[in-house]
């Protein structure tokens, strides 16, 4: 499968996470949320229990007894075993081979952060020169399109 970038203009990092998450877990899929910075990652934690009013996502942050248990795991380290699917958030990597091995692997940036499509950049030139394919998603249009693909 295919690293799948997001391009975040329209909507927030967060809304976008919670849809991807909501649509993975409806697929049966465990998932990692990967962050690079602790407090962001506690904030969507604490974010995750109060939104929506009308639903709720099952997730947990990691550094706690029951990690693999989580449907949602929120952290900065590797996936648990059984995990379908890798999200990546505030300029978090994939590791290697967790790309080849996972259902779904999704970078979401900011593009109104220049640091974070900088990031994001880089990111997509050394997956795809690693040969691991990529598709390059933007919602400029206020849908979401594919922009560009690579490898596949």
Do not use: C
């Not at 295919?2 to 649509?23: C, Q």
């Not at 059984?82 to 091995?101: N, Q, S, W, Y």
């Amino acid at each position: 499968m295919p690293v799948l970038f997001y391009h975040i203009t329209r909507s927030s990092v967060e809304d976008t996470a919670r849809t991807l998450m909501e649509r993975a877990l409806g697929a049966g899929w465990r998932v990692m949320l990967r962050g690079s910075d602790p407090a962001r990652l506690q904030h969507l934690d604490d974010w995750l229990w109060l939104n929506p009013d009308d639903g709720f996502l099952p997730h947990g942050l990691a550094g706690g007894p029951r990690d693999g248990d989580q449907p949602i795991l929120l952290g900065q380290g590797a996936a648990m075993p059984g995990t379908k699917a890798v999200l990546l958030i505030d300029g978090a990597e994939p590791l290697p081979g967790e790309a080849e091995a996972m259902e779904r692997v999704w970078v979401l940036f900011d593009g109104h952060d220049g640091g974070a499509v900088n990031r994001a950049r880089g990111l997509w030139k050394a997956i795809t020169a690693a040969g691991t394919p990529a598709q390059y998603w933007s919602e400029e249009a206020g849908r979401w399109e594919k922009k560009a693909e690579s490898g596949t």
